[in-house]
């Protein structure tokens, strides 16, 4: 016989999923009270209700609603194979998506001391530097990690980072130890999110976890690419029509151009490369027998050059009266 106090247990969390169109399931398994109590804090001043639940009853809640919404099959078999999990259920009271969610928990980690057994969440590297160690023993310990060190003022210094441990290696007792006594804490301490739910959606950590400015670049690059493939295959869109219309108007006056048939956009382009044509042609021509206007241009140019000739004589003799000046009184 099911004992009363989990039967309603159960029935108060099929309530509580009932009402919540968004929910997260956390594993807080290996997290310190203390750091536990801290997240639980900043989780309540952003108005969500933080829950553990076993396992076994969440599973129940959920078969209760899957004829209601099939979606939460999906979450009774992710669970299901989930053998090392501590379900923290994760509320919001308002409208709050799981990514901002997710960034609660990212800014309320904490780092604690490495234990044997534990993986590395990311390479763990002894920095260069000083130390407070003064030589003896435990330069037999930094040689066995192939540590390069030097003693300056009495202290061993450490001349190039090292990495003790790689991501994703287990972290050993000598390792542990080691990182220990530099006082480094390389895990990261914080309640995970497995899975959320969110109007039907379901997310897991690894979608959870990606940056929004990294959504927006790719969504960015998605319309660049949909722009340029619109102008490629000529398919008019609302972001599109002015670049193709636009772009036809430049081919269709080239066309015209070239061709010789004149439109009200190229007709004087057209008159004026006619024009210069025939003013560079009539140059070969007699001079009696050219266009007025072309001597008249001509006569002007000549004129032009000949008072720019002067000009420069001009400037000649007053240099040239000027050093005679020079020379006259000794400059």
Known sequence: ?????????????????????TFAIANAMDIPSRSMQQIRKSLKQNNVYVKVVKKTLLIKALDKLVQENPKYREIMEFLEKQKRITITLLIPREDMNPFKL?????????????????????????????????????????????LKTKVEGGKIVITEDKI???KGEEVTF????LLNKFGIEPIEVKLNIVLAYDKGIIYTEDILSIPPEKYIEDLQGAFRKAVALSLEIVLPTKYSKELLLKRAFENAVKLSLKTGIPSK???????KRLIATAVAAAQYLPEDVRPIKIQMEQTQIQE????????EEEDKKDEQALEGLGSLFGF
């Open 102 to 146: 997710y960034r609660i928990l990212e800014e309320n980690k904490s780092y604690r001391a490495a234990r044997p057994g534990d993986i590395a969440p990311n390479d763990i590297v002894i920095p260069s530097g000083p130390t407070p160690f003064t030589p003896g023993p435990i330069l037999s310990t930094l040689k066995k990690f192939n």
């Open 1 to 21: 016989m099911v004992a009363p106090w989990k039967v309603e247990y159960v029935n108060n969390l099929v309530e509580e999923l009932k009402k919540s169109s």
């Open 174 to 177: 000598e390792i542990a130890d």
């Open 265 to 271: 956009d190229t007709i004087k382009p057209m008159l």
């Open 164 to 166: 003790v441990a790689k």
């Open 304 to 311: 032009e050059k000949r008072e720019e000739k002067s000009k």
